[in-house]
């Protein structure tokens, strides 16, 4: 290592004091998701946030669209985004698990905002179940936290982790159903 050499590392913390949160969760095998919907709320609870929203959708299909309009509002440092999708006999199960997290991708690079994947893909009921509370822990929890860490990050790179940072916004966004432009 040279001596000379200037060095900074940027770290999130788990500190969710300040945060406004939002959790997105599906309501498709709500048996599961209930579960990770607890555990998110106990992490950002012990975080220390007292500011979080909790939209609800349909399943995991519709959570990018939802994760998309939340985002651009600018109201929301991180969005935890919670659903369970348990294979099943067709290909259905494959579908819903790779647009979903294609979406859920493509909305986080879109708008710079962290969206923490906290959808199950499972092969079974036993597996959501144990990945939701049981012997692989809460990965609702998991999520939470990944929020916390990310939005935190976020804010040290822009340079504050404790006023308000001027983000660049998110492109113009042209929605094909009216017609009309977004910000």
Known sequence: MDEGMKQRELQGELSAAGLRLAVLVGRFNSFV?????????????????S???IVRV????EIPVAARHLAETGNYDAIVCLGA???????????????????????????????????LTVDSLE?????????SGNKGFDAAMTAI?????????????????EKPTAPAVRTRAKGRTRK
């Open 33 to 49: 998701t209930e579960r990770l919907l607890s555990g998110a709320l106990d992490a950002l609870t012990r975080a220390g946030t």
């Open 127 to 135: 597996q959501a179940v144990d990945r939701a509370g049981l012997k």
């Open 85 to 119: 999708v348990i294979r099943g006999d067709t290909p259905h199960f494959d579908y819903v698990c790779a647009e979903s997290a294609r979406g859920v991708t493509q909305v986080m690079l879109e708008t710079g905002i962290p969206l923490a994947y906290g959808i």
């Open 149 to 165: 860490e990310m939005a935190n990050l976020v804010k040290k790179i822009y340079g504050s982790s404790e006023q308000e940072v």
């Open 58 to 61: 349909p399943g995991a299909m």
């Open 51 to 53: 500011d979080v929203d």
